[in-house]
Nanobody
Framework: QLQASGGGLVQAGGSLRLSCAAS????????MGWFRQTPGKEREFVAS????????NYADSVKGRFTISRDNAENTVYLQMNSLKPEDTAVYYC??????????????????WGQGTQVTVSS
């Protein structure tokens, strides 16, 4: 089970940190990801991190502004979001991929999803 938190309302240029606590077993080969979705649009990849190696991937739209990290002891993944823009407004979801080849940008690679947390950036 994944529990996302940390969303809220922030002005453009501000920051938020999202958390995703994973209950149950996270294996070393798993990949944790963050996605976002706005009404009428498909779920969009934001960032991912490999649980064992810590290797990170980011969508071009968030590179240099967002940072994904993990706390292995707490089974928690974070998304630090800085320099937020109105176009970052969305429901943010965390997810875990247990695919042998690792998670990618494709939501179909991910096996379990959190409930989502709303991020609203005002201009």
């Amino acid at each position: 089970q994944l529990q996302a938190s940390g969303g809220g309302l922030v002005q453009a240029g501000g920051s938020l940190r999202l958390s995703c606590a994973a209950s149950g077993v996270i294996y070393s080969n798993d990949v944790m990801g963050w996605f976002r979705q706005t009404p009428g649009k498909e779920r969009e990849f934001v960032a991912s991190i490999a649980w064992r190696s810590g290797r990170r991937n980011y969508a071009d739209s968030v590179k240099g502004r967002f940072t994904i990290s993990r706390d292995n002891a707490e089974n928690t993944v974070y998304l630090q979001m800085n320099s937020l823009k109105p176009e970052d407004t969305a429901v943010y979801y965390c997810a875990v991929s247990k695919k042998p080849y690792g998670g990618t940008w494709d939501p179909n690679d991910y096996d379990y999803w959190g409930q989502g947390t709303q991020v609203t950036v005002s201009s």
